[in-house]
């Protein structure tokens, strides 16, 4: 086995194995080990994400009242999540997508994710 192909299996299969030991986990583990796995594979998103979460920390002290509704009342706002987050959540954990397809399992999903990403979270009182 030549040494270019040994340098690009063992990556590949340092990430499969991971994945295999993310599926075993409790969900809300799964969800906090998929993020760290995704922002060690793709660490230029370690700058974006901390921009995110200082965006959804200004929202929260500035914008929403303590349940996340708008001043007028008439939204509420739970969680603010970025689009690559929630796409690996999608692609790494089918029980996940299964939730959100489903409308009663998905607003009980999205308390959870609120609960596990704290600091996706745009409402102060959940």
Known sequence: MNETYK?????RRAFADKVLEIEGMPQAKRWLAIKK???EVKPELRALDKQFIEQVNE???NMLNDLGASKSMSTRKLLSMPQYLYAA???LDPEFT???DDPELSVITNIKLAKVFPEYCV???I
């Open 37 to 39: 796995l995704l922002l």
């Open 123 to 125: 409402a102060r009182k």
């Open 59 to 61: 929202e929260r002290l």
């Open 7 to 11: 340098n690009a299996v063992n990556p």
């Open 89 to 91: 959540l999608h692609v």
């Open 98 to 100: 299964k939730q959100q």
